[in-house]
């Protein structure tokens, strides 16, 4: 069964057609990178496939269900792009991790056994165990990437959707991220992720689905560093170290820069 | 503790304790989401609510619940919609609420606007008994709401976006806020008025949340220090002859100030 099944999709914000007729299917398992400039419409993807940006045409099935009768919401895992985490008050790093399993818990009821042992297993994963009581606050940039993408394991999810989980992270979060994601696919888990950079992600991508002006460009194995340079619509540049060939800088941002 | 013979200060003092408990428990939800000004915001928007039950010979109270509710989920509507920021919104309906409370008060017979200052800076003398009934069932009610849906609650006030992914009824738990913040702020009216009704709400929550690391242990220790604050205001006004809001509204700053010393003393890890 297909986890995200877009066909001919079309989103306006604000006035503004941001995605104009993209088809895109995402089967169990799968380990997909979208691709794309700034402004390419590959964040509008991923929030129209977890729902959060409506479609102005074209269906949308998640899990073979329309959208619209779509209620096992809980499958889903989503890490937004976010500059800090959490709101006005001071969190804990578990705090903040449990409420990921908000939408599986009952109301009126402690959480229980089963709940405390995936808040516990999302940090494990993270490598966050040892700061679970700390405040989220007092974490670096790249640890508080890693609480959010806590939150979102500590749910279950099926498939987890990952907004530039890479973006601003130093090397070891990229590192223990990678692993974290390797982790879930090995287990059945599809993951859907947005990145200017792969970094560490590279071995795990399967399929990069590659966005322009609001259209997929191309769809199909992720770009290698050799080869491929004239292939139309290449939009992949790497980073000419052939020394390291396991740092591929899938997308150089100056390359993107229009 | 001669104060305590007093019937009204028996009841004032019950009152105090309720409040100042309530207003913090809804307070924090509100700091986390940011909208700290809130509770301002529907305070202003009661002050109509007030005046309209003077003019229709209603008891204020209703007038003012039923009004304050409907303000805090147009502001909560027109949030939502993102057109107006949450800060405009507010704005607008700050001035609309006072100048509506104003208009209102002065159309109503005998009325003026000094009829309005118990409401604005609080009157514990005024608490009837069966105002202690009412004050009492809104205070259970708020903290119970806290209670029942505080997870859900802390989920939606982190992160609206995610918590909308995994499939949390958003649109539900942010008006349930709005309307509870409304109640809290027509509860808490009576004991510390509608100008200060916010700072019941807020500083309690400021003060705890520099020496705790956690939500919890934040929203605990701000019902803590709202207790504290309004049942020492209602002594001091009662001794000062004060408004009890400003005296229980200056302990809260005090104890702020004081979190903010031990804070430097005992950093938070």
Same mark, same amino acid.
């Given at each position: 069964?297909?986890?995200?099944?877009?066909?001919?999709?079309?989103?306006?914000?604000?006035?503004?057609?941001?995605?104009?007729?993209?088809?895109?299917?995402?089967?169990?398992?799968?380990?997909?990178?979208?691709?794309?400039?700034?402004?390419?419409?590959?964040?509008?993807?991923?929030?129209?496939?977890?729902?959060?940006?409506?479609?102005?045409?074209?269906?949308?099935?998640?899990?073979?269900?329309?959208?619209?009768?779509?209620?096992?919401?809980?499958?889903?895992?989503?890490?937004?792009?976010?500059?800090?985490?959490?709101?006005?008050?001071?969190?804990?790093?578990?705090?903040?991790?449990?409420?990921?399993?908000?939408?599986?818990?009952?109301?009126?009821?402690?959480?229980?056994?089963?709940?405390?042992?995936?808040?516990?297993?999302?940090?494990?994963?993270?490598?966050?165990?040892?700061?679970?009581?700390?405040?989220?606050?007092?974490?670096?940039?790249?640890?508080?990437?890693?609480?959010?993408?806590?939150?979102?394991?500590?749910?279950?999810?099926?498939?987890?959707?990952?907004?530039?989980?890479?973006?601003?992270?130093?090397?070891?979060?990229?590192?223990?991220?990678?692993?974290?994601?390797?982790?879930?696919?090995?287990?059945?888990?599809?993951?859907?992720?947005?990145?200017?950079?792969?970094?560490?992600?590279?071995?795990?991508?399967?399929?990069?689905?590659?966005?322009?002006?609001?259209?997929?460009?191309?769809?199909?194995? #992720?770009?290698?560093?050799?080869?491929?340079?004239?292939?139309?619509?290449?939009?992949?540049?790497?980073?000419?170290?052939?020394?390291?060939?396991?740092?591929?800088?899938?997308?150089? #941002?100056?390359?993107?820069?229009? | 503790?001669?104060?305590?013979?007093?019937?009204?200060?028996?009841?004032?003092?019950?009152?105090?304790?309720?409040?100042?408990?309530?207003?913090?428990?809804?307070?924090?939800?509100?700091?986390?989401?940011?909208?700290?000004?809130?509770?301002?915001?529907?305070?202003?928007?009661?002050?109509?609510?007030?005046?309209?039950?003077?003019?229709?010979?209603?008891?204020?109270?209703?007038?003012?619940?039923?009004?304050?509710?409907?303000?805090?989920?147009?502001?909560?509507?027109?949030?939502?919609?993102?057109?107006?920021?949450?800060?405009?919104?507010?704005?607008?309906?700050?001035?609309?609420?006072?100048?509506?409370?104003?208009?209102?008060?002065?159309?109503?017979?005998?009325?003026?606007?000094?009829?309005?200052?118990?409401?604005?800076?609080?009157?514990?003398?005024?608490?009837?008994?069966?105002?202690?009934?009412?004050?009492?069932?809104?205070?259970?009610?708020?903290?119970?709401?806290?209670?029942?849906?505080?997870?859900?609650?802390?989920?939606?006030?982190?992160?609206?976006?995610?918590?909308?992914?995994?499939?949390?009824?958003?649109?539900?738990?942010?008006?349930?806020?709005?309307?509870?913040?409304?109640?809290?702020?027509?509860?808490?009216?009576?004991?510390?008025?509608?100008?200060?009704?916010?700072?019941?709400?807020?500083?309690?929550?400021?003060?705890?949340?520099?020496?705790?690391?956690?939500?919890?242990?934040?929203?605990?220790?701000?019902?803590?220090?709202?207790?504290?604050?309004?049942?020492?205001?209602?002594?001091?006004?009662?001794?000062?002859?004060?408004?009890?809001?400003?005296?229980?509204?200056?302990?809260?700053?005090?104890?702020?100030?004081?979190?903010?010393?031990?804070?430097?003393?005992?950093?938070?890890?």
């Amino acid at each position: 069964m297909s986890v995200f099944a877009l066909h001919r999709g079309c989103v306006t914000l604000g006035g503004r057609e941001i995605l104009h007729d993209v088809s895109m299917t995402v089967d169990e398992g799968e380990f997909v990178a979208v691709l794309g400039a700034n402004g390419s419409g590959k964040t509008t993807l991923v929030r129209t496939l977890v729902g959060l940006v409506p479609l102005a045409a074209g269906d949308l099935d998640i899990f073979g269900t329309p959208i619209a009768r779509f209620r096992d919401w809980p499958r889903l895992g989503y890490v937004p792009q976010r500059l800090a985490v959490g709101g006005g008050v001071p969190s804990t790093v578990r705090e903040v991790v449990a409420s990921g399993r908000t939408g599986r818990a009952r109301r009126l009821r402690r959480l229980g056994r089963d709940d405390q042992h995936a808040i516990d297993h999302a940090l494990e994963d993270v490598g966050l165990s040892h700061r679970a009581k700390d405040a989220v606050a007092t974490l670096s940039g790249g640890q508080q990437q890693r609480v959010l993408i806590a939150r979102a394991l500590a749910g279950e999810p099926d498939v987890l959707v990952l907004d530039e989980p890479t973006a601003g992270v130093d090397a070891d979060s990229q590192d223990t991220l990678a692993g974290a994601l390797g982790h879930l696919s090995r287990q059945g888990g599809s993951v859907v992720l947005v990145a200017h950079e792969l970094g560490p992600l590279a071995g795990l991508i399967r399929r990069a689905v590659v966005m322009g002006g609001g259209r997929v460009l191309s769809d199909g194995p #992720p770009p290698t560093p050799e080869g491929h340079h004239s292939h139309e619509g290449h939009v992949h540049t790497h980073a000419h170290l052939s020394d390291e060939p396991q740092r591929t800088s899938v997308l150089e #941002p100056r390359t993107f820069d229009r | 503790m001669s104060f305590l013979q007093f019937a009204f200060m028996q009841r004032a003092l019950v009152a105090a304790v309720l409040v100042g408990a309530a207003a913090p428990a809804i307070g924090t939800f509100l700091v986390q989401r940011r909208l700290s000004l809130m509770g301002d915001g529907i305070g202003h928007i009661a002050l109509t609510g007030v005046a309209l039950g003077f003019l229709l010979g209603t008891a204020p109270v209703l007038t003012a619940i039923v009004v304050s509710i409907a303000g805090a989920v147009t502001i909560e509507l027109i949030r939502e919609r993102g057109r107006t920021t949450g800060d405009v919104a507010l704005a607008l309906l700050f001035y609309g609420g006072i100048a509506g409370g104003v208009l209102l008060i002065g159309l109503s017979p005998g009325g003026s606007s000094a009829t309005l200052v118990s409401y604005l800076f609080g009157s514990l003398s005024s608490v009837r008994p069966i105002d202690l009934v009412v004050i009492a069932g809104l205070s259970v009610a708020v903290i119970g709401v806290v209670a029942v849906f505080g997870r859900e609650l802390f989920a939606v006030c982190s992160d609206e976006e995610v918590a909308r992914v995994s499939g949390l009824p958003v649109r539900f738990l942010n008006i349930l806020v709005a309307v509870t913040a409304a109640v809290t702020v027509t509860v808490a009216m009576r004991v510390v008025g509608l100008l200060l009704v916010s700072a019941l709400m807020v500083v309690p929550v400021a003060t705890a949340q520099q020496l705790s690391a956690s939500f919890r242990a934040t929203l605990l220790g701000a019902c803590a220090v709202g207790v504290v604050a309004s049942v020492g205001g209602l002594v001091l006004a009662f001794y000062a002859d004060v408004a009890p809001g400003a005296s229980t509204v200056v302990l809260a700053l005090g104890a702020f100030l004081l979190g903010a010393v031990g804070s430097r003393l005992r950093p938070v890890r």
